[in-house]
């Protein structure tokens, strides 16, 4: 199966939670996370946003509670992972890869309160 927007935007409350940990690092994730990690192997993304978790300014009660990560992928499949605390804020963190095979131009993701989701599953 390739992981398209329709799956994506179909994900709903999850009833299952994940736990992904680099050493002492762990975040939790939803169904719908589970579901892009796995059908675009994609648990690098995972690796991404829970390697910065140790950075004093994401420690913020403001982005403890909520932080917005974007996954933007060129036509040339090099891409782009940001973090901002809002659609609207400046950029936090960001990070280039030079190739991914993510197969979606565009991912958002949620991290409130230290569990992962879609934004439809909020």
Known sequence: MTL??????????????Y??????????????????????????LLNVILSYQ??????SHELKRFQLWELTVNEDKSAL?????????????????????FPLPLL???LIDGTLMLPSEN
């Open 4 to 17: 398209t927007q329709a799956d994506i935007d179909q994900s709903r409350i999850s009833e299952n939670n």
């Open 19 to 44: 736990s992904h940990s680099i050493g002492s690092l762990k975040i939790n994730y939803t169904d719908g996370v589970y579901l892009v990690a796995t059908e675009s192997k994609a648990f690098w």
């Open 54 to 59: 140790i950075y004093p300014v994401l420690n």
């Open 81 to 101: 992972v940001t973090c901002r605390k809002s659609e609207n804020s400046s950029i936090i963190f960001s990070q280039k890869f030079e190739k991914t095979d």
């Open 108 to 110: 958002q993701l949620y």
